[in-house]
């Protein structure tokens, strides 16, 4: 093979490669994405010609933004953190694959997220029966695909959580980090305990709702905490058995009670030394 076939074949598959990743990656208007197997609340969402929806596709996951948003320039920001949520969401529900398409619907405020789902204490939230994530998205805050992500992977291969403090706390913990500076959770935990400002584990086991409406960030964070306390100590195992039976089975799966894991909980919090001071004021304001 002489070297004038070597570059056309070289050019030939250049151009390929090119094709693939716009393929891969595209981005397209709502009109031409495929929203046919979203429920009909989010078609009408996003086919809405005044909401002004543009949608991005990277391999199997489509993001949905408003097109004048904030949202519209990380398009390079988004595909990194898609990769980043696959990774960590597979690693935490410690399986290999997930193969399904998701979408993912971005709202820059809190108040559009709301008109459309309805009143909710987090900003972010999944409609499992169409593997659909939708969150708030702006300068303040970062894309939660990695908990998304994570909810839905678990679902698919746990089934429906038995109430919802270990999908709150396991999406967050998936996550590894928190806020932009990306602390460690028990970082965070820490800066809370040595302020005597944590909630009781023990009332949260019993019934988690009213902690989360009252003190929805920090809810999230403890949350977490206890996932990466089960997981750490007892494996995934133990987490699908409380995934799938209930926090109130919580003695029976790890033999241990509320009121140890509380005291194991904060005492870890107690007497961790910090790495970097913690702005509680930012997280209190704007979460992980």
């Known amino acids: 093979m002489n070297i004038n076939s070597i570059n056309r074949i070289s050019t030939y598959t250049s151009f390929i490669l090119v094709l693939v990743m716009m393929v891969l990656n595209a981005c397209t208007s709502v009109s031409s994405a495929n929203i046919a197997d979203l429920s009909e609340k989010d078609q009408t969402l996003?086919?809405?010609?005044?909401?002004?929806?543009?949608?991005?596709?990277?391999?199997?996951?489509?993001?949905?933004?408003?097109?004048d948003s904030?949202?519209?320039?990380?398009?390079?920001?988004f595909k990194q953190e898609l990769e980043y949520a696959l990774s960590q969401s597979l690693k935490t529900v410690n399986v290999n694959s997930f193969d399904k398409e998701a979408h993912?619907?971005?709202?820059?405020?809190?108040?559009?997220?709301?008109?459309?789902?309805?009143?909710?204490?987090?900003?972010?939230?999944?409609?499992?029966?169409?593997?659909?994530?939708?969150?708030?998205?702006?300068?303040?805050?970062?894309?939660?695909?990695?908990?998304?992500?994570?909810?839905?992977?678990?679902?698919?291969?746990?089934?429906?959580?038995?109430?919802?403090?270990?999908?709150?706390?396991?999406?967050?913990?998936?996550?590894?980090?928190?806020?932009?500076v990306k602390y460690f959770l028990d970082e965070v935990g820490a800066a809370y305990a040595r302020t005597g400002n944590v909630m009781s584990y023990r009332a949260m086991f019993n019934d988690f709702y009213p902690s989360l409406q009252a003190r929805p960030i920090l809810a999230e964070i403890q949350a977490a905490t206890l996932y990466q306390f089960v997981q750490d100590n007892f494996g995934t195992a133990k987490i699908r058995e409380l995934w799938t039976y209930g926090i109130s089975r919580l003695e029976g799966v790890i033999y241990l009670s509320p009121g140890e894991v509380e005291r194991e909980i904060i005492g870890r919090w107690k007497s961790y030394t910090p790495t970097q001071e913690v702005d509680l004021e930012n997280i209190d304001n704007f979460g992980c």
């Open 104 to 180: 993912f619907i971005l709202f820059p405020t809190k108040e559009e997220m709301d008109a459309h789902l309805g009143q909710l204490p987090i900003r972010h939230y999944v409609n499992p029966d169409y593997n659909t994530g939708y969150f708030v998205h702006n300068e303040d805050l970062r894309p939660y695909f990695t908990q998304n992500l994570f909810q839905m992977i678990a679902i698919e291969n746990w089934g429906r959580p038995k109430g919802i403090m270990l999908a709150i706390g396991g999406s967050l913990f998936a996550d590894a980090r928190c806020g932009d």
């Open 46 to 67: 996003l086919k809405d010609k005044s909401n002004n929806y543009k949608t991005l596709r990277v391999g199997q996951f489509q993001v949905h933004y408003q097109k």
């Open 70 to 77: 904030y949202s519209a320039s990380q398009k390079e920001t």
